[in-house]
């Protein structure tokens, strides 16, 4: 079942590759009390997610932050090193946003967005979406319908706020 506003957040414990190594990082200490924005992508470094999803994101957060938004937090189904090198390729750590591996694919499949494209190579993956968590409660869920970004942009988040 996909998960849809007026859901808790499950419990989900993703990565990082920071300064000391590998980290994991629990999505409820990240949300519990907090207004977050959580948004995902198909893969790092793939044309619409570096072209246009993650730029959204990085032009759109200080009007999140205006918000009263604590955080924007990008979901990827790869690899904490893939992630970590997609976090400096895009500027996107620098620019404030976080960056999680969700590298086995469970937070995606628990929330109902996992998809496979085999003509891709894609497996296990995450669709696009992005939402609006407030203390661990989906507030706003925009799931992309097309292969593009149009409703999971920082733009449509942000208007539809």
Known sequence: MTISVGDHLPEAVLSRLGDEGPETVSLADKTKGRKVVIFAVPAA????????HMPSFIRTKDQFAAKGVDE???????????VKEWDQATGAGAAGITLLADADGSFTKSIGMEFDAPALGFFGRSKRYAMLVE?????????EQTRGCETSSGEALLAAM
């Open 135 to 143: 203390d661990g409660v989906v507030t706003l869920f925009q799931p």
């Open 72 to 82: 924007i937090i990008c979901v990827a189904v790869n690899d904490l090193f893939v």
């Open 45 to 52: 470094f793939s044309s619409t997610c570096q072209t246009a």
